[in-house]
């Protein structure tokens, strides 16, 4: 049996990486590095959406127990009343005062722009439902009213929250 020893380019050959090889490799590395990348950005952009939810709910509790704390109604109109101005909360003195009110930037009571809520609007509508079935609203009064709260990140919706209040009770809980 013969062994024939290989030449010396042979040997090279044998030991070192080929061009093709390294170029699969980074080509490998690359691909992952790039998926990687993509995970992390899909974890930051949930992050963004999750945060956007938080703040809104915190806005939409916020003014839903503003409104909650007036009494039902003062007038047979859905709305404001003669004298009372939509840039002025102070002036709501009832629940339907707050019918298709907005702000954005979100205000509190005394009108002072909310830290951090710069891109947000708020919304409210109030309707009047029926007293048999409260998920339909109805032009006369039956004595519940819905009312909604709603957020908005630039155009797109991050809360909403929905109440009832009924004129059995006011504010202090004592029946009219």
Known sequence: MLKREASKTQQRRLAGISLIETVL???????????????????????????????????????????????????????????????????FDDIDDYHEWSSSPPTDIDGHDLV?????????????????????????????LRIIVTVKYGSKEVAKLTAYRSDIYGTSGVRY
């Open 116 to 144: 951090g809520a710069e891109a947000y609007t708020r919304s409210v509508t109030v309707q009047r439902v029926q007293l048999s079935s409260p998920t339909t609203t109805t032009s006369s009064d039956e004595g519940v």
């Open 25 to 91: 490799s980074l080509l490998i590395v690359g691909g992952a590095f790039v998926a990687s990348l993509n995970t992390i950005a899909s974890a930051r952009a949930s992050q963004a959406i999750a945060a956007q939810q938080r703040l809104g709910l915190v806005l939409t509790e916020d003014l839903m127990e503003e409104i909650l704390t007036h009494p039902y109604k003062e007038s047979s109109i859905l709305g404001l009343e003669v004298g009372e101005n939509n840039n002025d909360r102070k002036d």
